[in-house]
């Protein structure tokens, strides 16, 4: 199991942009270039970003991209659910109707454990506690 480039990237724009002081506006080639990702891909990821609310997109001369919110008020499950939409492990995850031995299957209970684990630190990192952890990193 893999995140997709796209969420990767995503994240790692986030990330950027949370690092940043509060309302500064970054350009699409500066969190580029700073992160390692190919420029085109990432403007079209801030797009699906800015249209899910996570960001904001601000045009003109001195536009740029800042965040939507403030960085402890958004969760890494947010940004990756924003390009791939909910996050099943398996498929027998997604209800009863998908997978008719749900009920009876000791696969599918270690596929919800994962799931729920992974889920909940999801939910729990907030884009303030990752700044924090790569300046603690770079000192």
């Given at each position: 199991?893999?995140?997709t480039r796209a969420a990767d990237y995503a994240l790692r724009g986030i990330l950027y942009l949370s690092m940043q002081p509060r309302n500064t506006l970054c350009v699409v080639s500066e969190i580029a270039e700073e992160?390692?990702?190919?420029e085109g891909f990432l403007a079209r990821?801030?797009?699906?970003?800015?249209?899910?609310?996570?960001i904001r997109s601000h045009r003109g001369k001195k536009g740029g991209f800042s965040l939507a919110k403030p960085p402890e008020e958004i969760r890494m499950k947010e940004v990756i659910e924003a390009l791939e939409g909910p996050i099943l492990l398996n498929r027998c995850l997604e209800g009863e109707d998908i997978c008719e031995h749900q009920n009876c299957c000791?696969?599918?209970?270690?596929w919800d454990q994962i799931q729920t684990n992974v889920v909940t630190v999801l939910e729990q990192t907030d884009f303030a506690y990752l700044s924090e952890r790569?300046?603690?990193k770079k000192r």
């Open positions: 199991m893999e995140l992160m390692s990702i190919p990821i801030f797009q699906i970003l800015a249209k899910s609310g996570i000791a696969l599918h209970e270690v790569v300046r603690e």
